[in-house]
């Protein structure tokens, strides 16, 4: 506490920071050359520099000195090293990211890196992190190393690997093999195909319906086949595609009063401070670029330069699957009746004040053991090995270094021949009219539903296959005049390769109809569009909603819910009352209804555009009723028990808060700090409309 409470080198020197700018002539070690920078109003750092190999030393540099906390942060993060500074509370945090295999992806991820031209373009940036760290004393670190007491390291390729399996992570998590397992093991195939379809009745897919499709492997069949009895009742980590969604497009000349494509992308990862993002623009003499990078890594990853522009979406596509193994003991273990050779690692967890802790990690040829009788304490005890797309080594960081200084559509589809993960959807548009989108990552390819479960030695799918990258779903200037994605399905039914994970259902509609019924499209069109607070859910499922309970003998608080919802329409704007009744009883509804999920055993709810459909149009259905119940109950029942459940809810908050439930102070969006717990340096309660499933997809997070 002394050094942090030091007037000369503790917290009062961060308060007194009054430049955060770094010097407009950049002269550091490892320069070839010197380097100009200059920050606009918005702090905005321009670097230009006069070859590639500076421009990467210096943004290493400058995001170090704007970012290198949460650089750090990150990083440790991604290599299960958070106990090092916050003692034994997170040693389950580190033990879950290497029995993921998180260090095991940035491993094999440093063979790409550290050759050929991005090794280069690493190094570099390494050098410039690694001279703005070698500058400072304690009364120079962010406030965040003082507060929890360590130093920064030394930053090198590996830290970069690991920060890029760190995204890769958090826009991988729609994999539900688990959750699948766990349901067909309890309720049945018959229940899980409806419930769970593969397709949903109107997915407005990405690539148009009625685009033909290559098909160069055996299509997909429904032979009948054995999954696990893998029992699993703890999740690894909260499902980030339930939190997090974004949202691209491009409109090409046709459609625009300017006669040029204009491209839109809102990347709406989660919300934190410091912020996922930084903002820069870099130029050399081959290169002029303006976007986004995460800080950690060179190039921007979204932006635009003077001939192109290009954005993503996350895919939603399941890239994990997972394998029941049988281990006969230290040195082997046997699946689909052939043996093979098993490693091990004593994984070293260091514990800030305490005991290190030793987890032994099994290798198999699908990857790590994540799942075995010591780990975690919800499970069957059974030998669970994750195989993950992240696990192969791969050239993301040239996809970038080509679309930074591309010219043409050309340059773009080449670029995406590096891409493997994450998955994501990449938006496209040119100087030249040329506007496409196109979902690139490295999918797993089954001719069955093996995937969507636990795979058994029975299943015998120990092989890997990937379906093509020119297979892979595209459009380029269809003929309706834009491209757009929002996490939806990337095609329709008649897609030849099977696929799976979590599709949003509704912000691609409400995009797809506002670009379809809009000509003489400007830039004011395309930011209104970002910001759109229409909720297509309510639209589709209210008045059914209503209808339900209608007969129902109400009490003057519920009449004025009813009347309030009446009278609404469908935008959840930022002081609107409607938007807190509707989403109190939708929540309060979907866990009635889904309270069969409740279970020890990890599932997942059925997807709300599911649960809409079911209110609509099987309004009997038996999940309807409520299990600690005993009446028989429906749609209807389930309805009026969520609806006075939901409206008691409004009146206690407005006794509690004194104040009326405006949707921005209900839905409390919160940009919280990093760590997730350092309240002061978050902020609470945004004035802020939208929510999940709406184009302004800005939630509680």
Do not use: C
């Amino acid at each position: 506490m002394g050094k942090f409470l030091s007037p000369f080198t503790g917290f009062w020197h961060n308060m007194m920071i009054s430049d955060s700018k770094t010097p407009s002539d950049l002269e550091i070690r490892g320069l070839k050359e010197k380097v100009q920078i200059h920050y606009d109003k918005h702090l905005i750092p321009h670097i230009k520099a006069k070859n590639s190999h500076d421009i990467y030393v210096a943004q290493g540099y400058v995001e170090a000195r704007h970012r290198l906390w949460q650089m750090d942060f990150q990083t440790r993060a991604s290599a299960g090293r958070l106990s090092e500074i916050f003692g034994d509370r997170t040693v389950q945090y580190d033990r879950k990211i290497r029995r993921l295999g998180l260090p095991f992806a940035a491993d094999n991820l440093m063979k790409s890196l550290e050759t050929g031209e991005t090794a280069e373009m690493v190094k570099a940036y390494s050098m410039g992190v690694n001279n703005w760290i070698s500058q400072l004393s304690y009364k120079d670190y962010p406030i965040e190393f003082k507060l929890l007491d360590y130093d920064p390291e030394t930053w090198d390729i590996y830290n970069t690997a690991l920060l890029l399996s760190y995204m890769s992570n958090i826009l991988a998590t729609s994999d539900f093999a688990i959750e699948n397992t766990n349901f067909v093991n309890t309720y049945g195939d018959e229940y899980f195909d409806y419930l769970y379809p593969s397709y949903e009745k109107s997915p407005d897919p990405i690539i148009p319906s009625g685009t033909p499709f290559t098909l160069s492997k055996p299509p997909i069949t429904r032979d009948s086949f054995e999954i696990s009895d893998a029992a699993v009742g703890e999740a690894l980590f909260e499902k980030e595609s339930d939190i997090i969604g974004s949202n691209n497009w491009a409109v090409g000349p046709a459609k625009t009063k300017s006669g040029n494509a204009i491209l839109a992308n809102d990347p709406h990862l989660r919300l934190s401070l410091p912020s996922i993002w930084f903002q820069l623009h870099l130029i050399t003499p081959d290169m002029n670029v303006s976007g986004v990078s995460f800080p950690g890594t060179p190039a921007v990853i979204i932006g635009f330069n003077d001939h192109i522009a290009w954005g993503q979406t996350n895919a939603g596509r399941d890239v994990r699957d997972w394998y029941d193994i049988d281990i006969t003991d230290e040195t082997s273990y046997s699946f689909g009746g052939v043996k093979y050779e098993l490693s091990s690692k004593n994984e070293i967890i260091k514990v800030k004040n305490g005991e290190d802790y030793i987890d032994k990690v099994y290798y198999t040829h699908f990857g790590p053991v994540t799942y075995d009788p010591t780990f975690p304490a919800k499970t069957s005890k059974k030998y669970l090995a994750s195989r993950w797309t992240a696990h192969n080594a791969s050239e993301e960081l040239q996809t970038f270094i080509i679309l930074n200084s591309g010219k043409t559509l050309k340059d773009y589809k080449e670029a995406l021949n590096y891409y493997k993960v994450p998955a994501q959807n990449f938006v496209f548009a040119s100087v030249d009219g040329d506007i496409a989108i196109k979902q690139q990552g490295q999918f797993p390819y089954f001719t069955d539903d093996r995937g969507r479960y636990i795979m058994t030695d029975a299943s015998n799918t120990g092989n890997w296959d990937f379906i093509p990258y020119d297979e892979n779903p595209i459009t380029v200037n269809p003929e309706r005049g834009f491209v757009s994605s929002a996490n939806q399905h990337p095609t329709d039914s008649t897609y030849p390769y099977r696929y799976d994970g979590h599709f949003e259902q509704y912000r691609n509609r409400r995009i797809n109809d506002i670009l379809s019924s809009k000509d003489n499209i400007d830039i004011k069109d395309m930011m209104k569009l970002h910001s759109d607070n229409f909720n297509m859910q309510a639209e589709e499922s209210l008045n059914t909603m209503l209808k339900l309970i209608e007969s129902r003998d109400m009490t003057a608080e519920q009449k004025e819910a009813v009347n309030i919802l009446k009278q609404w329409d469908y935008f959840n704007d930022a002081e609107k009352l409607a938007p807190s009744y509707y989403q109190s009883w939708w929540d309060t509804a979907y866990a009635l209804i889904w309270d069969e999920m409740e279970t020890e055993l990890l599932m997942r709810k059925p997807e709300k555009f599911r649960t809409v459909d079911l209110i609509l149009n099987d309004p009997t259905f038996e999940f309807f009723d409520i299990r600690n119940t005993s009446e028989i109950e429906n749609a209807s029942d389930v309805l009026w028990l969520a609806f006075q459940r939901s409206v008691d809810a409004i009146e206690k908050w407005k006794e509690k808060h004194a104040q009326e439930p405006e949707w921005w102070r209900v839905k409390n969006t919160r940009i919280m700090h990093l760590t997730r717990q350092i309240e002061p340096f978050s902020k609470i309660g945004i004035k802020i409309g939208g929510n999940k499933g709406i184009v302004n997809a800005t939630s509680t997070y």
